[in-house]
């Protein structure tokens, strides 16, 4: 069974600096996905990680993929209230068919000023 | 208008009563699936598609079904809820190919069962 491990599941950080969350996840896979949701909101697409060393950065956020560690991070840079919300990492367990994946727990950023 | 609807936003209803969520898109997607969404449990996928024809179960599907009655409409149903299904359920979509696309998600039907 494919475990998708989070961490951290609660995270609150000061406008300006720097942190990074984490995506373990326990079985072979090289796809893996990004999603931020805003409280009592959607889900929202991030980055799509498909390979090994795969980096993707939009503004403030950066993803990385390591397939052989099995793990992959968002690192946040400079900080704005703006980034408050919950993060996901979902990884893909279909060896690349995109239709089962498994979630993490999810964690709660909160940006404060 | 929004690629993915789902109706009702909001549902209270009572233990043992039958109740169907809908979803429909516009985004031409042949994929489609059903989640639920509990506090501190990130999502759980229920029931997905391919297309009208091929259905299939996924991880906590005892006490749903559904129905696909056309590529783009894709409907959940608890046929006697129970308390322990209350929880914020999602519809997503997804193109039908191995480019790894992003599943896309609809807004979301926050269900309450008393």
């Known amino acids: 069974e494919l475990k998708v491990e989070q961490n951290p599941l609660f995270l609150s950080m000061q406008e300006g600096k720097n942190y990074t969350i984490y995506c373990d996840y326990s079985?072979?896979?090289?796809?893996l996905y990004w999603y931020r949701q805003d409280p009592g909101k959607s889900l929202e697409s991030l980055f799509v990680?498909?390979?090994?060393?795969a980096v993707k950065q939009e503004g403030r956020l950066m993803a990385s993929l390591d397939t052989k560690a099995r793990l992959s991070t968002l690192h946040i840079t400079a900080a704005v209230h703006d980034l408050s919300a919950t993060y996901f990492c979902?990884?893909?367990?279909?060896?690349?068919?995109?239709?089962?994946?498994?979630f993490g727990k999810g964690t709660l950023l909160t940006v404060n000023p | 208008d929004a690629d993915v609807t789902q109706t009702p936003r909001n549902r209270i209803t009572k233990t043992g009563k039958r109740i169907m969520l809908e979803c429909s898109q516009t985004?031409?997607?042949?994929?489609m699936y059903w989640y639920r969404q509990d506090p501190g449990l990130g999502l759980r996928l229920i029931y997905y598609?391919?297309?009208?024809?091929?259905?299939n179960k996924g991880e906590i599907s005892d006490g749903y079904s559904v129905s696909r009655q056309a590529q783009a409409k894709f409907s959940l149903s608890l046929e006697s809820a129970i308390p322990n299904q209350t929880a914020l359920y999602f519809c997503?979509?997804?193109?039908?190919?191995?480019?790894?696309?992003?599943?896309?998600f609809g807004p979301g039907t926050r269900l309450t069962v008393l």
């Open positions: 598609s391919f297309d009208v024809k091929d259905i």
């Open positions: 979902a990884v893909d367990r279909t060896g690349g068919s995109n239709y089962k994946l498994t």
């Open positions: 997503a979509t997804s193109a039908n190919d191995y480019s790894g696309i992003a599943q896309y």
């Open positions: 079985t072979t896979s090289d796809r």
């Open positions: 985004k031409g997607h042949d994929r």
């Open positions: 990680l498909l390979s090994n060393g």
